[in-house]
């Protein structure tokens, strides 16, 4: 009884939070300036990037460094439908499946190499990247790069362009994040962490490694493209610069200290991917590359699990502290979850424990 | 044949300038199993601190020299004070940790010395001499023979002294390295501070050619990855050979085959990779590594 009004606590405070975020992000656009829209909505761009490379990177330990590829060959592909005038639903699906066809393609090579050796392939994917959009100059525009406007808000909305954008991107956010959210937490997930932890031990499990890593693999490839599509729907232009190697590791770093294998950890990876550049540029444009290594550095050295274990950390210091000094102990204020166990059980292992040490 | 010798040369030449970052990535790589893809940045910084010193009034060679020291120490206080927190965690985390370095010592480059190209002395005379009909520059032939001897010394080191031996050990197995009674701490200080001064020369022989600028070696440095992955990272003859290799071959390539040109020659060491991985994963000249569990 006890275990099930605690589970009934949570799922109530859940859907409660839940309603809450989801009524705060549709009425969000309507009230904020336009600039913080755009803010948002290449928040929510990256976060989709970076949610696919948390699933082959944190999921199935693989090292990608060319995720960066993919979002740019979603983008050119969403560019080149839009200014061909196909449905955009058929854009949006070209814009992914092309890019997972291509990190199939990759996948089956590279992923029957172990280990750093996954990295260089990947490491080339953006650096051959690069001059070949600008070979390709059919279909790419060339180094001008080239633009396609498809999310100017329709007369019959009444929003402005901005506040369109916002929904469209919160719209393939959402549903990225419900996707990857299901993908992780299932059979598949499982399968990734053991991948991830020891090969040997998932083929005796019945899990093929090598599908296991091509799948991850494939799963980041199509997010990533959906990436790209969002990334053009925000900022309606796409150049070869888009996809230089040197996003691909800023791509890299946000998953890193958003946190690896946790999907919250991938929309704050995207937050930091956004504004970071943001902040730094605004405290000196001159000292941007050596603030973003320090804030990187100094992060990872706190904090090696990512941003996301930020609030586990603060909450084992607080909660160390009071036990010490008071041995009658109040739980820690500010987790609502955890409050009804230890009252409604109050034979509970940690009572037994504190009045030993007293 | 004379165009065909000279692209040969040139190919040598800008092969030897990948091949000494690759051997500190492979020192690196030898003494803690970590890439670090701060290589190329911090023998930008070593090069830094050889100009200041020029400036200084100091001649080339000794300024070098300093740098060198410098650069030894370093390299060691990074792997002290960064770079151990995360050794044996999370390799992710650890190759994030290298990048962000990276970040770090362009920017710190950068403050100091501005993002404009500086003119960094050569120390071989800027002479050309003809061999077999190729014109060959005395300094690219003098950096060629400076990173083969560097190479020599390297593998000397590590199958013929004690201290490199000590370096495998740690590298190998650090815990039973620790039971053996190895400071197995410094060893690792040791293996970064030589990497540090491998790239410090690597720095000072390109920077005449390239001149100074805070990302001179970004572009040597992908190279430079690509031979390390090519050759083996456990061996530093292998990781010359396949960067001579790279150089050699993507100039024959721009030259030869129209398709690819110079824009997208950068893709040839990576389709080898590929095709020569796919093949042989440990590498060229790589042992295979045996897993047990």
């Known amino acids: 009884m006890p275990a099930m009004s605690s589970v009934l606590a949570k799922r109530s405070t859940r859907v409660i939070l839940t309603a809450v975020v989801a009524i705060a992000l549709i009425v969000a656009p309507l009230i904020l300036p336009a600039f913080a829209n755009q803010t948002l909505v290449r928040i929510g761009v990256y976060a989709v990037a970076v949610l696919g490379l948390n699933i082959v990177m944190g999921y199935t330990g693989q090292v990608n460094l060319g ?4 979002v740019g060959l979603g983008a050119y592909v969403t560019a080149y439908g839009v200014n061909h ?46 001059p070949l959009a600008k070979r390709l100059d059919e279909f790419t525009g060339g180094s001008q790069g080239t633009s396609a406007r498809f999310t100017d808000a329709p007369d019959w909305s009444g929003l402005y362009n901005d506040q369109w954008q916002f929904y469209i991107v919160l719209l393939v956010t959402v549903g990225a994040f419900l996707l990857g959210r299901s993908l992780v ?22 899990i093929s490694p090598y599908r296991t890593k091509v799948l991850a693999f494939t799963v980041a490839s199509i997010f990533g493209g959906a990436s790209g599509f969002l990334y053009l729907a925000a900022v309606q232009y796409t150049s070869p610069e888009t996809l230089s190697f040197g996003h691909s590791i800023s791509l890299v770093a946000a998953m890193v200290i958003g946190g690896a294998g946790s999907i919250i950890g991938a929309l704050i990876g995207g937050a930091y991917y956004v504004f970071v550049p943001q902040l730094t540029n605004a ?33 084992r210091l607080s909660r160390r502290r009071p036990a010490r000094s008071t041995p009658s102990g109040n739980p820690p204020q500010n987790s609502p979850v955890h409050q009804p166990a230890p009252a409604a059980a109050p034979e509970g292992l940690e009572k037994t424990e504190r009045q030993d040490r007293s | 044949m004379g165009t065909f ?33 701060a290589q190329g940045g911090m023998a930008v910084l ?126 190998d197995n650090p815990a039973s390295a620790a039971f053996s009674g190895l400071a197995v701490g410094r060893l690792l200080m040791v293996g970064w501070g030589l990497a540090a001064v491998l790239g410090a020369i ?45 150089g050699v071959l993507e100039n024959l390539v721009a030259v030869y085959v129209p398709l690819i040109g110079h824009d997208l020659k950068i893709a040839v060491p990576f389709v080898l990779i590929f095709v020569i991985l796919v093949i042989r994963p440990q590498g060229l000249f790589g042992r295979k590594v045996v897993v047990r569990v």
């Open chain 2, 5 to 37: 010798i000279q692209l040969v040369v040139d190919g040598l030449s800008t092969g030897s300038i990948y091949a000494a970052l690759a051997l500190a990535i492979v020192l690196v790589n030898q003494a803690t199993g970590l890439i670090n893809f």
């Open chain 1, 85 to 130: 005038d196909w449905n955009i639903i058929l854009v949006f699906v070209a814009a992914c499946v092309v890019p997972g066809i291509v990190g199939l393609l990759v996948a089956l090579a590279a992923a029957r190499l172990g280990g750093l050796a996954i990295a260089m392939v990947t490491i080339a994917l953006p650096i051959v990247g690069v």
């Open chain 2, 46 to 171: 070593s090069a830094y601190i050889a100009y200041a010193f020029t400036r200084l009034g100091l001649p080339l060679v000794l300024a070098i020299l300093a740098a060198v020291v410098i650069s030894f120490v370093i390299g060691a206080v990074i792997e002290r004070f960064l770079v151990r927190r995360f050794e044996g965690g999370d390799p992710d985390t650890a190759v994030v940790v290298t990048i962000g370095l990276l970040s770090l010592v362009t920017g710190i480059a950068a403050i100091f010395w501005g993002y404009n190209n500086l003119a960094f002395p050569s120390l071989f005379p800027l002479t050309s001499v003809e061999i077999l009909g190729a014109v060959v520059s005395v300094r690219s032939l003098a950096t060629t023979v400076t990173i083969v001897a560097i190479m020599v010394v390297l593998q000397v080191l590590f199958l013929r002294t004690k201290l490199g031996l000590a370096l495998r050990a740690v590298a």
């Open chain 2, 202 to 246: 690597a720095g000072v022989l390109v920077a005449p050619q390239l001149t100074l600028t805070p990302g001179m070696l970004d572009t040597a440095l992908v190279y430079a990855l690509a031979a390390v992955i090519l050759g083996g990272l456990s061996s530093p003859i292998g990781c010359v050979v396949a960067a001579s290799a790279i």
């Open chain 1, 283 to 315: 405290i000196d444009p001159n000292l941007t590359a050596i603030s973003q290594g320090a804030i990187l550095l100094v992060v990872l050295f706190l904090l090696p699990q990512g941003l996301v274990s930020l609030p586990r950390v603060i909450r």
């Open chain 1, 185 to 206: 937490r299932g059979k598949y997930g499982r399968a990734f962490g053991v991948v991830k932890e020891n090969e040997a031990v998932a083929a005796s499990m019945g």
């Open chain 1, 67 to 70: 995720q960066i590829f993919f």
